[in-house]
């Protein structure tokens, strides 16, 4: 009996050993932090912190990693970068905290500032190095980075937005689905615009040769909108013969009011994520909303029929001094003719009279894959020469006159007849039609 009682005995030593271990740990933080594994743009909402991680994107070079957040002023704060698998996803158990811990950097990371972001909670980013030994796993998207927050007991584990930079480094052939796609700025208020203005809003960008949407929801999207979102998921063709598709994304930042206390729902963030996010399948992408509406010009002389966006590309690619990373288009401001400012948004071409100058602060920007680090709404940062292309299109931007930020424009402002937008409404008439009856129908299901 004397063995088994010595076995015994060493098994509960053993036991009280390892349980006076995990409480030590436990108690000395190593291990405190609650890892949270964020979708990129679906956040925990119940969350609230002075400092938000939301996105990931690899520099070009591929030694680093660029994190985006929304920070508030109140705190100069400091972050610890990590690397970790991606296999290992969430709530990981303790040999998985630890493959993190040997990933983990020393060096504290400092914020900064991203422009025109002057809001309770800025639009910020910091820089996470790639060790050397990391960085080809980095590159095959094996690996996700995480950013712990000093002084809070969060870390958040964020998915690498790898753009082409992989393609680009490896001198790989890069083909793209998709030649122009139009990402679109978090979409609040969606009853503001009726499901014939959204129809012939998407038909009209088709009919240029737009074929890949993305839409960023910060809210659950009013009832009309819905349907119309859903017939684009269930029948995209209906009529035509390009690769259409329409991606919906939630970017519901995790704050009690995200509209007032951020600028614009973090739209530079949101802009640079959806830009990376799709580098690999659109050649070009525009950053637009809903409200802005792009169409060519008549000098481009298209060989048949009106100018679409394959003969912007031609032009562009035709011209050395525009072909470069990013082509910027000035805009038209078209005022509401209604009395009434609060009724919804009807139709794409009820509006006719924009103001004679063109803006050049206001402009929207048509950006090459691949090609750039960084954008601002309205500019490129980075690199940041700006090429005007007002001889190839303008953006049509419904709203009314305003300069020098958002100063209304003053009372001699001139206004003419625009017709640019007009002769596009017969070719897209029967598209229209064919979608509307089509959601009507969904709509009685």
Known sequence: MQLPTQRLTRFLMLGITLL??????????LFQSSI??????HWNTARHSECIPLSAILEPDGKSVRVYVIKTKRLNINAYCFFVPIATGSKSSNSSDLTRLQYSSNRTQKFRVLTGTAMEYLEQETFCDIPANLQPDVLSGQLSVGLTVEGFNETTI???????????????????????????QPWFNTNRYSVNYLVEYMELQRNMGASLFIFYMTENPAD???????????????????????????????????????????????YNECLFRYADQAEYILYADLDEIVVTKATLKPPDGLAKWPDIIRHIKRTPILNTSTVCFLSRFFPDPRSNKIAMESSVFARNVATEVLDPKRTKCLVRSGT???????????????????????????????????????????YRENTELQPYRKEVETMVASRLRLIKMFSRD
């Open 20 to 29: 006076i271990l995990v409480t030590y740990v436990k108690n000395s933080g």
């Open 36 to 41: 949270q594994e964020v979708n990129t743009i």
């Open 158 to 184: 964020l998915p690498i937005r790898l753009g082409l930079v992989p393609k680009v480094l490896s001198n790989s052939t890069v083909t793209f689905k998709h030649q122009v796609a139009i990402c679109f």
């Open 224 to 270: 009309p909108v819905r349907v119309v979102l859903e017939s684009y998921r269930k029948r995209p063709s209906l009529g035509h013969t390009d690769h259409f598709q329409m991606k919906v994304l939630q970017w519901r930042l995790p704050l009690s009011n995200p509209g007032k206390q951020t600028w614009s729902h973090a739209q530079i963030i949101n």
């Open 372 to 414: 750039f680090k960084q954008m601002y709404i309205h500019w490129p940062l980075d690199p940041p020469k700006t090429i005007f292309a007002s001889d190839v299109a303008t953006i049509l931007h419904y709203r009314d006159c305003v300069r020098n930020g958002l100063k209304p424009c003053a009372s001699n402002t001139a």
